[in-house]
């Protein structure tokens, strides 16, 4: 049996940017996204701690260092600039396997959006 666990997680960061016309997504700073073992067009969660929204898109590589955060498409209308977000990623795996599996989880700090 296989089984959906959380695979990465960042753990509340600021929302810099949004950008409703363009393509979609969720652009993410590349130290952030190294820190938290996610991957450039990997699916996420995006879940608004201010509004409770939650939403589905995938990860754009943000430029290194700048504790970019922007959700970009219909998304930017989810969220607005300085609201806290987490975004989560999930991974599906054989039970057994799932049982020792210890996701990658981040807590930057939330005023720079970056690892403290």
């Known amino acids: 049996m296989f089984i959906e666990v959380v695979k990465s997680k960042i753990h ?12 979609g997504s969720i652009t993410i700073d590349e130290d952030l996204m ?20 939650r939403l589905e898109t995938y990860v754009i590589k943000g430029e290194r260092g700048s504790g970019k ?4 498409g219909p998304a930017a209308r989810k969220c607005a600039v300085g609201d806290i977000v987490i975004i ?28 403290v």
Do not use: H, R, W
């Open 88 to 115: 989560i990623s999930y991974g599906l795996m054989d039970f057994s396997e799932a049982k020792g599996f210890k996701p990658a989880i981040i807590f930057p700090d939330i005023a720079t959006n970056k690892l």
């Open 69 to 72: 955060i922007c959700l970009n």
């Open 12 to 23: 509340q960061v600021t929302v810099t940017e949004a950008n409703l016309y363009y393509v």
């Open 34 to 53: 190294d820190a938290a073992n996610l991957i450039e067009n990997e699916k996420v969660q995006v879940v608004n701690i201010n509004n409770g929204e």
